[in-house]
């Protein structure tokens, strides 16, 4: 929110190296002959260094960060460069925020947000787990899962784009119907689970590696390609960037934030699954409780801003192993779990900091 | 003049990114006196104002104010030490009372809470020093932009600055607003408080102001009297060049093409802005559409481009009956609109010109979903260069900018999708001199091509230079229609004032159509109805 791009001048920046003559009031027409093209001709200034700096930060900041915390733990903690570590501990961990950060990129990106999607977790999780309990076949009971994700979607999208119900308070809608809704399917009570087609998304390994790792990375290389490369990826920019100007030059505004809240929803739905797979249990109270804010974070983190119209698929995978790994890290320091809670928040404010806008 | 000047500002240097915005400008402001800042768009005049103001840091130079060397940190410094500033969009708080945005940040206080019966006190007998008077305790969005803008005044006027800078706060007003902020501006002068005026409107300037300061690339290139500065000698200045002559504005010499019409729109109506109006373009025509604010102008645009909905009336587009609910539908049907507020309207700020200027067209660029990106680098290299937009290249953020070359890539935006009727709101307001005949003489050439236009402005003589036929509305409905010599600027004012079209009355419904609706509801309930007859 800073309108400064760059840091005041210093008095000594207020003696000029040299004051031609003729710049002062009154020479007429004549002082500026041929500069007419000058203005937008980029060259190269004495600031670029400082501007290249902070041009920098924005864009890879996170990821420095993620880099350099891995560097001291693969010196200062014992184990860390193991595959069990890596893969098992903090890949698998991470891989369900950055699964859930990827769809919020994107609404985000249009300038909304989705609180629902712990719920979404939730609901997603219980019918997947009840129609498996019920004997149904897995892919059945994952398929079903998903779809119900998907409506809960379309409903948020619904009261966002055709009811222009502000994003915030249409997704608390789900946020807190939406728990009640998930006890509701399964009665409230844990039932634990085992069924290894249905659990294969939690708990297999192909080729020695976690399958969510695998889906996180699949998801969001996909996610990633279609906002780089299609033209729905360019309309959330246009959308998030300026509403009323996208519509006039005709996109389908409604149906693009439509788009994208049914997929955050899918992504949430399918996280549930994962959650329910590898606690080999249905919890319809406590799948997916604080997700929307670890997501959210992570998409934050990496710099995009709230307000929309940018959106960096990159940017939240890096944010959800960056706050994955910074509280792994405390916490295996002996940094009691409220401690490393208020360094979390210190980094976002520090990640948010070095990312402030410098539009004039 | 012997007094120090009340502001001094010498060799302000001001890059960004490397690219020099302002080189060694100086500048100078006596005490009571209005001061007018001209240039063309990108002329620096905005980054000048806001480095005098705090906004952004100086790379270099000395700025003096009231008697000693000054380096604001922020607006609110400039603003305590009596320098106060009002933008173009008026900046303040819109669900807020009027009395809480004369104080804003400034809240008469007592025992630590708001006194509010002193604040709404205070900000009325401000506001009646304007010569205004509302009730200081309703929502400033309630008033029109002309009371806000006296709020802003009466905000500048409640710091006791000493210098208020105006950024084109001309530009959202009409015409009587315009002379009561001339007269609050001359009443400043009198009370001893500087002006800085900036208007790309040079009536405005010889109306008010005692002397100009014209900027150019970046520096200073004349400082004058008013008096002493002819206008020729003015924009000749601001352009850098002998000013090329008037644009030559052959019309279609009523070679009115006989085709059928691009647009034909009968008699529209929606709640009580629209009441009856009918316009149509055939190919290769330009047509004006002329009235006072609230008039209906940018309504029947709206309308017609499927951006509001319409209680009764039709449109058709090339000759077919057509229901256009939504802008999407009306671009599929070769239909283009460049909105008035390109700001919150058409740009997308943060994207490039590259994504701004083919948003209408992308789905058109899509090969199995994706973008063909070596067709879009194609065509905006094409237009770029064909239009003369001026950026540091197509990747450029659009909202670095000038206004004039923001406003070539809209045009660009709908030109690159080939469409048949191109609608134009206000294309060349707020937009300095040159970029406004480039975008003049592109239009003409587009019509001369075949490109059917309806041209909306609110400046008489751009009407009278470009269009071939002019349809004037007045309270929602359209009331005369002017075609080649007899466009002139007094046969304008005469139709958007009494609704009479001089000694040929036309009613345009009638003209384009013969619609059962249109003619026969008027003489009911129509004041105009009087003028009209003869």
Same mark, same amino acid.
């Given at each position: 929110m800073s309108s400064r791009p760059d840091t005041p001048a210093s008095? *000594? *920046? *207020?003696?000029?190296d040299g004051q031609p003559a003729g710049t002062t009031a009154g020479t007429g027409p004549g002082t500026t002959a041929g500069g007419a093209t000058a203005e937008g001709a980029s060259t190269e200034g004495g600031r670029g260094g400082r501007v290249r700096w902070s041009v920098w930060a924005q864009r890879y900041g996170a990821l420095a960060a993620l880099a350099a915390l891995f560097v001291y733990n693969a010196i200062a903690t014992p184990y860390f460069l193991t595959p069990q570590s890596l893969l098992f501990i903090l890949l698998r961990q991470a891989a369900p925020i950055a699964i859930v950060a990827v769809g919020m990129a994107i609404v985000i990106g249009t300038g909304g947000i989705d609180l629902s999607v712990g719920s979404v977790m939730a609901i997603a999780g219980q019918v997947g787990a009840v129609l498996v309990l019920g004997g149904q076949p897995a892919l059945l009971a994952v398929l079903a899962a998903l779809l119900v994700a998907a409506l809960c979607g379309l409903f948020n999208g619904t009261l966002v784009a055709r009811f222009g119900v502000q994003p915030i308070i249409a997704t608390l809608i789900l946020f807190i119907a939406g728990r009640g809704i998930a006890q509701l399917i399964t009665g409230g009570e844990l039932q634990p689970l085992s069924n290894p087609d249905f659990q294969w998304i939690g708990l297999a390994r192909p080729l020695g590696v976690p399958a969510q790792v695998i889906i996180a990375v699949v998801v969001a290389v996909v996610a990633w390609l279609v906002m780089r490369l299609t033209v729905y990826g360019r309309y959330v920019l246009a959308v998030g960037g300026n509403e009323t100007a996208s519509r006039l030059a005709g996109l389908p505004a409604a149906r693009v934030k439509l788009l994208a809240y049914v997929t955050s929803g899918v992504l949430a739905g399918l996280v549930g699954l994962i959650a329910v797979s590898a606690t080999s249990a249905s919890d319809a109270n406590n799948t997916g409780v604080g997700m929307e804010l670890d997501a959210i974070a992570a998409v934050a983190v990496a710099g995009t801003p709230l307000t929309g119209g940018k959106v960096t698929i990159p940017g939240a995978v890096v944010g959800a192993v960056l706050l994955k790994l910074l509280q792994n890290t405390l916490i295996s320091k002996g940094v009691t779990k409220e401690v490393a809670q208020i360094v979390t928040g210190a980094v976002i404010v520090l990640a948010l900091w070095l990312q402030r806008q410098d539009t004039p | 003049m012997a007094d120090p000047p009340l502001l001094s500002m010498q060799g302000i240097t001001k890059q960004f990114l490397g690219v020099p915005? =302002? /080189?060694e400008v100086s500048f100078e402001v006596a005490r009571g006196e209005v001061h007018a800042l001209i240039g063309q768009n990108g002329a620096g005049k905005s980054t000048l104002i806001k480095v005098l103001t705090g906004v952004y840091a100086r790379d270099a130079g000395r700025i003096e104010f009231d008697g000693r060397e000054v380096a604001f940190p922020s607006p609110h410094a400039a603003q305590l030490a009596g320098l106060s500033t009002i933008y173009q969009e008026v900046n303040l708080v819109p669900f807020r009372s009027v009395a809480e945005n004369v104080f804003l940040g400034r809240e008469p206080k007592r025992l630590g809470l708001i006194d509010w019966g002193r604040m709404n006190r205070e900000a009325a007998a401000i506001l009646r020093r304007l010569d205004l008077d509302v009730d200081v305790t309703r929502p400033l969005h309630d008033y029109a932009i002309a009371t806000q803008q006296m709020t802003a005044l009466a905000r500048a006027l409640s710091t006791a600055a000493k210098l208020v800078i105006m950024d084109e706060p001309t530009s959202a007003l009409a015409e009587q607003e315009v002379q009561t902020l001339f007269r609050v501006i001359r009443q400043l002068r009198d009370e001893g408080i500087a002006v800085v005026f900036v208007s790309h409107r040079l009536d405005e300037l010889y109306a008010v102001c005692d002397r100009v300061t014209v900027m150019r690339d970046g520096r200073t290139v004349a400082q004058r009297a008013m008096a002493d500065i002819s206008r020729y000698e003015l924009v000749s200045t601001m352009l850098g060049r002998e000013l090329a002559e008037e644009l030559a504005h052959r019309r279609s010499a009523d070679a009115a093409p006989d085709g059928p019409p691009v647009l034909e729109a009968t008699d529209l109506h929606r709640g009580r802005a629209l009441d009856g109006v009918s316009v149509s373009v055939r190919p290769g025509e330009i047509v004006g559409l002329a009235g006072l =604010? @609230?008039? @209906?102008r940018t309504e029947t645009a709206r309308a017609v481009f499927g951006a509001d909905p319409l209680d009764s009336g039709t449109v058709a587009v090339a000759g077919t009956p057509v229901a256009l609910r939504s802008p999407r539908d009306a671009v599929e049907r070769g239909i283009g609109f460049a909105p008035e507020d390109r700001k919150t309207e058409g740009i997308i700020p943060q994207l490039s010109v590259r994504e701004n200027m083919t948003l209408a067209l992308l789905p058109h660029l899509r090969r199995h979903g994706i973008v063909d990106r070596r067709r879009q680098g194609e065509i905006v290299d094409r237009f770029v260069t064909a239009i003369g937009v001026k950026c540091s290249s197509p990747e450029q953020p659009i909202r670095e900018l000038s206004g004039g070359n923001q406003q070539k890539v809209l045009l660009a935006r709908w030109l690159c999708t080939d469409p048949k009727l191109l609608i134009l709101d206000?294309?060349? /307001? @707020?937009?300095d001199v040159g970029a406004k005949r480039d975008i003049q003489v592109l239009v003409r050439r587009l019509a001369d091509e075949g490109l059917a236009v309806l041209l909306i402005s609110s400046e008489l003589e751009e009407i009278v230079a470009d269009a071939d036929r002019v349809v004037t509305l007045r309270d929602g409905r359209s009331v005369a229609e002017l075609t080649g010599d007899d466009i002139t600027e007094d046969a304008l004012m005469n139709a958007m004032a009494t609704g009479a079209a001089a000694d040929t009355a036309v009613d345009s419904a009638s003209d384009t159509a013969d619609p059962p609706a249109g003619p026969a509801t008027a003489p009911d309930h129509d004041p105009t109805t009087a003028g009209r007859q003869p």
């Open positions: 008095p *000594a *920046a *207020a003696e000029p | 915005a =302002l /080189r =604010l @609230g008039s @209906g206000e294309p060349t /307001r @707020g937009i």
